[in-house]
């Protein structure tokens, strides 16, 4: 019998059950698209809600307030959370279901993008923290950038992940998540920001290159 040992590629891309039960792992994988399809009329609603009640100009700066916040919490959440790594336990079993299978299998296109069972309880929570701090206008304009920045993540995840970009900032963008993931991955945990990693001192070297 002839054994056909796996590519590299497809072993990247085939990533095992999360959950013995079908339907739980099947609720695990989820199609890019689908915070798009979610989360943008969300974005637009919420802009535009805010922008009637406070003013266009007063919207885009909560807006821009809230993807700051965003892009922070992107950052913070990647690095605190995601790479929190027990070695054993419950708590590795955690890391694994949250991030460790994205690392060991990064070029899964169904498990690229938070499943809406985790992201909409998210971002009720920080929709909730925007209007209880700003109040219901504010808030509600802050939360539309906030929710933009989040989508603009997921999607530039993917778009790194599974096409050459041809633009420097593209280009950018993908070395610096490759690297994160092949080369070195404790640094270079801003993905749609990677400024951050620069304030914060997890920039990656850019004298290291393989």
């Given at each position: 019998?002839?054994?056909?040992?796996p590519?590299?590629?497809?072993?990247?891309?085939?990533?095992?059950?999360?959950?013995?039960?079908?339907?739980?792992?099947?609720?695990?994988?989820?199609?890019?698209?689908?915070?798009?399809?979610?989360?943008?009329?969300?974005?637009?609603?919420?802009?535009?809600?805010?922008?009637?009640?406070?003013?266009?100009?007063?919207?885009?700066?909560?807006?821009?307030?809230?993807?700051?916040?965003?892009?922070?919490?992107?950052?913070?959440?990647?690095?605190?959370?995601?790479?929190?790594?027990?070695?054993?336990?419950?708590?590795?079993?955690?890391?694994?279901?949250?991030?460790?299978?994205?690392?060991?299998?990064?070029?899964?296109?169904?498990?690229?993008?938070?499943?809406?069972?985790?992201?909409?309880?998210?971002?009720?929570?920080?929709?909730?923290?925007?209007?209880?701090?700003?109040?219901?206008?504010?808030?509600?304009?802050?939360?539309?950038?906030?929710?933009?920045?989040?989508?603009?993540?997921?999607?530039?995840?993917?778009?790194?992940?599974?096409?050459?970009?041809?633009?420097?900032?593209?280009?950018?963008?993908?070395?610096?998540?490759?690297?994160?993931?092949?080369?070195?991955?404790?640094?270079g945990?801003?993905?749609?920001?990677?400024?951050?990693?620069?304030v914060f001192?997890?920039?990656?070297?850019?004298?290291?290159?393989?």
């Amino acid at each position: 019998m002839q054994i056909t040992t796996p590519k590299r590629s497809e072993l990247l891309r085939a990533s095992p059950p999360m959950f013995r039960s079908r339907w739980l792992d099947a609720l695990s994988r989820v199609h890019p698209a689908v915070p798009a399809v979610i989360f943008g009329p969300v974005t637009a609603v919420t802009f535009v809600v805010g922008a009637d009640r406070l003013g266009v100009a007063n919207a885009i700066g909560a807006a821009l307030l809230g993807y700051v916040v965003w892009t922070l919490t992107e950052y913070w959440l990647h690095r605190l959370v995601f790479h929190f790594e027990p070695e054993d336990g419950i708590g590795a079993r955690l890391h694994w279901i949250i991030h460790g299978v994205h690392h060991d299998h990064p070029n899964d296109p169904l498990r690229l993008v938070m499943p809406p069972s985790v992201s909409v309880p998210l971002a009720t929570l920080f929709y909730v923290a925007f209007v209880a701090v700003l109040g219901p206008d504010w808030g509600l304009a802050a939360f539309s950038g906030f929710i933009g920045g989040y989508l603009f993540y997921d999607m530039t995840h993917y778009y790194v992940h599974h096409h050459s970009p041809r633009s420097r900032l593209g280009r950018r963008l993908r070395e610096l998540h490759m690297r994160h993931h092949f080369q070195d991955d404790t640094a270079g945990y801003g993905v749609s920001a990677p400024w951050w990693d620069r304030v914060f001192g997890t920039a990656l070297d850019p004298r290291r290159r393989g």
